[in-house]
């Protein structure tokens, strides 16, 4: 067969220039897991990795079957895609995080749609690849896979898709799945941990060495480290320490870097660590802070990022705004007190989202009839938001939001981010900061929040007083489709956001 894998790494046909630099990193071990293991029953492979709309013409080919990798922000491309290659005779399927969090809706738009997925449920796929219309099939493996084909079996995967990053080449690897905590906002809060073949990681780490003169490895575990000798000694095997030979970016949780850990993992060349804080109140098992709340976390936590940061030369801290528990000024102050006291970190403000059914929490914000059903492809947890706040309005919470990132993009933390960072890490954090990532957010969530105030209709949708859908989400999905918006299928932006509370574990 002639099958074709794609993977979404971007909604949009013409992303910024953050994204045009770094879209090629984004790129998902599984969408390439998927290539090697139908590669490795004879078919023939034409794997993409859609970073921008110039590459439609690689992605429209005439496949048998085609796998596509969406998360929730590039639903509608999906589905626009995927009707395009139906109209060419493929047959279709989607996994990743879309998949998982909206099966009821992809499965309108696809033939399989693929929750957890392991080698034996592609392999089913490869020998009886009917097609399903109108209705497409949900599949779903009881578990995660044991196994993942390593760095060398997706070589030719990887280097296809590091040719869309200009600048920063960084290898997608993975050494454990799940997670052991339980947050309740996250789709692993329920996926049992565990690790992947160490002696496959050895190899790899050894294999890329012969490829790049300083390979640099973005691991994509949920939560890295978590067996935390085990893969430092794997490692150190593989790479001698204090070599600085391979580069390493990871998200950990804050209660696994100790300052013994965090020694060792610069010995062994991790350059950037991405924590979670989420909450000032709330998730403390996860950062050691236990039953310490606001200000006092403010003060510990920034205290242990000080200390990593004397080890590691990058951070970001990651936080998700407004959770239930969250209530007038505070804990944008607290965020701005964390800012003072820590002026090295990046810090990423994502925006509370339930996707569909990805987390156990979301039963209850559907319960309380809190989901707004803004189209799937605006929730990139930058800037639209799909459940109402508890205790904010609207505007409220966006005023707060804009204070927060005004204060911590202002000219005075740029200087103190500057000052504290090392030498070619600060100009990174200057770069994020005036791109996307900072300033030209700010920006955005002011023309979004100007919306609140001036357009009673907009307004009207947000609090759930009419499911029609206002223009500026309808334009911003037809400008980010580009020439794919002639191919979304009608009714293709709405959607049910109570799927999950009425379907619960039954999706056909
Ligand atoms: C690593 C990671 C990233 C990496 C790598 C992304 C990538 N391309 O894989 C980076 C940093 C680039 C990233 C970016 C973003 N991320 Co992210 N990320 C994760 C993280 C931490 C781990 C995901 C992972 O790789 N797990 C390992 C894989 C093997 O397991 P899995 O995800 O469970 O996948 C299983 C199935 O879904 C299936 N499957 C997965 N992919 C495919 C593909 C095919 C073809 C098939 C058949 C099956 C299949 O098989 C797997 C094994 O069972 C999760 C959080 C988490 N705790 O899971 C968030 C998560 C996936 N990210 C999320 C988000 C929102 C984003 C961003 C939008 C953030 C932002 N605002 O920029 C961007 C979007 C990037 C994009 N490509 O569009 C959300 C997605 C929710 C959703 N429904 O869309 C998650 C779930 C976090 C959350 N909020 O709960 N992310
Ligand atoms: S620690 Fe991270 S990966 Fe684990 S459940 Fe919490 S948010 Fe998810």
Redesign the pocket.
Known sequence: MHIGIIDLVTNSAKPSIWGRLMHGNFAGVMPQAVAVWCENQGHEIHYVCYASEKDLPDCIKDFDLAFISAFTQSAQLAYALSSLLRSRGAVTAVGGPHASSYPEDAIKYFDYVFGITNKDLVLDILRDYSPHRPTGLYIAAAKQPSSLPGVQQRWKYIKKALEKAPLIKVVPMLSSLG?P???EF?S??SIPYQSLDLDVIKEDLKFLLTKFKRPVVGWSD??FGIRFNDIMNAIEEAVPSNTNKISFYAES?LAMLSETNVKRLKKNGFKVLLP?I?SWYE?GD?SKTGSKTGMDKVLQLSDQVNMILSHVPYMQVNFIFPFDVDRGPEPFELSKRFADLAPGVFPHYSLLTAFGRAAPYNLQYQKENRIIPVPLHTLDAQMAMNVKPKNYSWPDFFNHLIDLTEYTFSRRAFRNRFKANESGWRWLNWFRGITSQGIGRTKRIHRFLHRFNTDQTFRAFHEGETTELPDFYINWVRNDLGVLWDWLPEGALSYDPNAYLKTRDKVN
Request: hydrophobic letters at 5%; a negative charge; glycine letters at 8%.
């Open positions: 997670c905590y339980s947050c996250c692993d809060s949920p939560n949780s979670g989420e998730m996860k």
